[in-house]
């Protein structure tokens, strides 16, 4: 079965700090995969996605980035971050675009910019 | 702009009730639509699809999906006070999939 892990759970940060949060992908080959941001009380925002090695899609143009190594690990980046970046960061997966394609969250990441 | 509507509540039932989450959406294009459920402070799990016209149930949910009026809904039977949490409805069209912000169920005992 398919697992999605990402470290670390939760993360304090000082303005101005960078960044480096990871998600790896188990029991599956070339997904796509998805990076969210889901601030205090509202909804998803998708961030970046990836279909493939070195592959990046941006959908909202800020102080972050996105970077996909392997086939089955995506990083998301910043060099310095704001204090409007905090938030609950979700990595997702998907295997395709078939209509039947569900896509999988992992448990996500809490940021808090301080 | 594609857009995914809910009423983000709270919808408060009491337990044993039915409870009725709507989600309606603007691209007519669209063809798989999911709805998520979020306890507080986790990531979403899937509760439910459904890709064509019609009801879809599992076990005390049902998915309520109608094209036409670009209207999906999901029924939550016999609540139960762990049902209470944020649900997400999700729509997709190819690689764009795009979420309300939620409705926040609680079920009381």
């Known amino acids: 079965s398919q697992t999605i892990h990402q470290w670390p759970a939760t993360l304090v940060q000082p303005v101005g700090s960078p960044l480096s949060l990871e998600c790896t992908v188990e029991?599956?080959?070339?997904?796509?995969l998805y990076w969210y941001r889901q601030a205090a009380g509202r909804g998803l925002q998708l961030l970046f996605y990836?279909?493939?090695?070195?592959?990046i899609s941006s959908e909202v143009p800020q102080n972050l980035s996105a970077s996909r190594p392997q086939d089955r690990q995506f990083i998301l980046s910043s060099k310095k971050l704001l204090l409007s970046d905090s938030g609950f960061y979700l990595c997702a997966w998907r295997l395709g675009e078939r209509v039947q394609e569900t896509q999988y969250f992992g448990p996500g990441t809490r940021l808090l910019v301080l | 702009q594609k857009e995914v509507e809910q009423n983000s509540g709270p919808l408060s039932v009491p337990e044993g009730a039915i409870a009725s989450l709507n989600c309606t959406y603007s691209d007519r294009g669209s063809q798989s639509f999911f709805w998520y459920r979020q306890y507080s402070g986790k990531s979403p799990e899937l509760i439910m699809s459904i890709y064509s016209n019609g009801d879809k149930e599992d076990g005390r949910f049902t998915a309520q999906l109608n094209k036409a009026s670009q209207y999906v809904s999901l029924l939550i039977r016999d609540s139960q006070p762990s049902d209470s949490a944020t649900y997400l409805c999700?729509?997709?069209?190819?690689?764009?999939?795009?979420f309300g912000a939620g409705t926040r169920l609680t079920v009381k005992p």
């Open positions: 029991g599956t080959s070339n997904p796509n």
């Open positions: 990836s279909v493939g090695i070195g592959q």
């Open positions: 999700a729509v997709r069209t190819g690689n764009d999939m795009r």
